[in-house]
């Protein structure tokens, strides 16, 4: 594939391509579009231009100019849950959902040509949890700036994290690798659920995390089952988690403190779940 002039932020600085296999993007599917937005515009103060509409009406999220998240309409006649999925860079979208159906997963939606942004599908892993997969031409994702009201971290909850953690092995590359600091195999998320360490896994590419998987056993919900589950950054986790209560969201885990700041788990107003994070220091 021909790689595309790289897209410039508004300061004019060039916007890298993503490595295979890093989460580039993040899109949430909402029945009501509008109240959507009204919420996480409140919430991270985003504001929102019309994107790609190959699966729908489909809107972008900005903050300060740059973009970090796409809103899109779920269909009426969908039955699927509310939820953030996040997209996976790939240099062959169709090569990387070939793979996924070779490895036990299947392929919900394309590969299709977004316009000239990308080439996008959207796939399902073997224990059900939904991600996409981005093969990037105009559009390169979100830009990782790690400011208040950006995604910065995706964790897929899942029973155990074995057999999963071969699945994305193979689809992406993936050098799994059980910490033995539990420290830093905790990510965002902290060394606990309901005070019990579980088990966890960093996929890494080039020795770097990008993610991680988390087997939470019977604590795995189950009106969703295994789902990703994106962390965005907040100045302050308290005040955003009162922020989502006054807006009509959820609280489903209060704020805590990790070894990486304090952070909490909400649903907004259709169900969506998300994890804020106040980072330490």
């Given at each position: 594939m021909t790689e595309a002039s790289r897209p410039a932020d508004p300061n004019g600085t060039a916007h890298a391509r993503p490595a295979p296999g890093t989460p580039c993007?993040?899109?949430?599917?909402?029945?009501?579009?509008?109240?959507?937005?009204?919420?996480?515009?409140?919430?991270?103060?985003?504001?929102?231009?019309?994107?790609?509409?190959?699966?729908?009406?489909?809107?972008?999220?900005?903050?300060?100019?740059?973009?970090?998240?796409?809103?899109?309409?779920?269909?009426?006649?969908?039955?699927?849950?509310?939820a953030w999925t996040p997209y996976f860079a790939s240099d062959d979208a169709d090569a990387t959902a070939e793979t996924v159906r070779h490895c036990g997963g299947t392929v919900g939606v394309g590969p299709l040509d977004a316009g000239a942004d990308g080439r996008i599908a959207v796939a399902v892993d073997p224990t059900g949890a939904v991600f996409g997969i981005w093969q990037p031409t105009a559009h390169f994702g979100a830009e990782p700036t790690g400011a208040p009201g950006t995604p910065v971290w995706n964790e897929l909850l899942t029973y155990e994290s074995t057999g999963v953690t071969k699945f994305y092995r193979n689809v992406f590359g993936y050098e799994d690798d059980p910490t033995a600091d539990a420290s830093e195999a905790a990510g965002p998320s902290g060394l606990t659920h309901h005070d019990t360490l579980v088990d966890q896994v960093?996929?890494?590419?080039?020795?770097?995390?990008?993610?991680?998987?988390?087997?939470?056993?019977?604590?795995?919900?189950?009106?969703?089952?295994?789902?990703?589950?994106?962390?965005?950054?907040?100045?302050?986790?308290?005040?955003?988690?009162?922020?989502?209560?006054?807006?009509?969201?959820?609280?489903?885990?209060?704020?805590?403190?990790?070894?990486?700041?304090?952070?909490?788990?909400?649903?907004?107003?259709?169900?969506?779940?998300?994890?804020?994070?106040?980072?330490?220091?």
């Amino acid at each position: 594939m021909t790689e595309a002039s790289r897209p410039a932020d508004p300061n004019g600085t060039a916007h890298a391509r993503p490595a295979p296999g890093t989460p580039c993007w993040v899109s949430l599917m909402a029945h009501g579009t509008t109240a959507t937005q009204d919420f996480y515009q409140e919430l991270f103060g985003w504001e929102f231009q019309p994107g790609a509409g190959q699966l729908g009406p489909y809107v972008r999220a900005l903050l300060d100019g740059r973009e970090v998240a796409g809103v899109g309409h779920m269909p009426p006649d969908q039955e699927l849950p509310v939820a953030w999925t996040p997209y996976f860079a790939s240099d062959d979208a169709d090569a990387t959902a070939e793979t996924v159906r070779h490895c036990g997963g299947t392929v919900g939606v394309g590969p299709l040509d977004a316009g000239a942004d990308g080439r996008i599908a959207v796939a399902v892993d073997p224990t059900g949890a939904v991600f996409g997969i981005w093969q990037p031409t105009a559009h390169f994702g979100a830009e990782p700036t790690g400011a208040p009201g950006t995604p910065v971290w995706n964790e897929l909850l899942t029973y155990e994290s074995t057999g999963v953690t071969k699945f994305y092995r193979n689809v992406f590359g993936y050098e799994d690798d059980p910490t033995a600091d539990a420290s830093e195999a905790a990510g965002p998320s902290g060394l606990t659920h309901h005070d019990t360490l579980v088990d966890q896994v960093l996929l890494r590419r080039r020795g770097r995390p990008v993610a991680a998987v988390r087997g939470v056993g019977q604590a795995l919900p189950r009106d969703r089952g295994a789902h990703w589950l994106t962390y965005f950054r907040v100045s302050d986790v308290d005040a955003a988690t009162a922020r989502v209560t006054t807006l009509g969201g959820r609280v489903l885990t209060p704020p805590h403190g990790t070894p990486h700041g304090r952070t909490a788990t909400v649903a907004d107003p259709e169900g969506a779940r998300l994890a804020l994070l106040e980072r330490a220091g």
